[in-house]
């Protein structure tokens, strides 16, 4: 059974950066893409980025595109989502997930996380 567990989330001011680690354990990491998605309190789960098992393919939601990068370590079986100049409206629960090929549509993912909260103050 796969675990994914998201850490590094918390409570930063307007401009500020974090990096939100996902360690994954129960499936063979190396075979899987990796995605992140977001929800903000009232709204849908949107897509953030995703991730090849190779590395060699990386997608962004357009809102993102240039401020957060999306990396992965398969020797320590972990994701990583780093974050710059955070903004309000980026509050949310962040969510990683499982995939066999990488895709911006949760109904693609077979795994999630629980979610670590991001909450950026202005």
């Known amino acids: 059974q796969a675990h994914l567990e998201e850490s590094g989330g918390g409570s930063v001011q307007a401009g500020d950066s974090l990096t939100l680690s996902c360690v994954v354990s129960?499936?063979?990491?190396?075979?899987?893409?990796m995605g992140w998605f977001r929800q903000a309190s009232g709204t849908e789960r949107e897509f953030v980025s995703t991730?090849?098992?190779?590395?060699?393919?990386?997608k962004y939601a357009d809102s993102v595109k240039g401020l957060f990068t999306t990396y992965r370590d398969n020797d320590r079986t972990t994701v990583y989502l780093q974050m710059n100049n955070l903004q309000p409206e980026e509050t949310a629960d962040y969510y990683c997930?499982?995939?066999?090929?990488?895709?911006?549509?949760?109904?693609?993912?077979?795994?999630w996380g629980k979610g670590t909260k991001v909450t950026v103050s202005s």
């Open positions: 991730i090849s098992w190779s590395i060699a393919s990386i």
């Open positions: 997930a499982t995939t066999l090929l990488g895709s911006d549509s949760e109904e693609e993912y077979a795994y």
């Open positions: 129960g499936v063979m990491f190396s075979r899987y893409a």
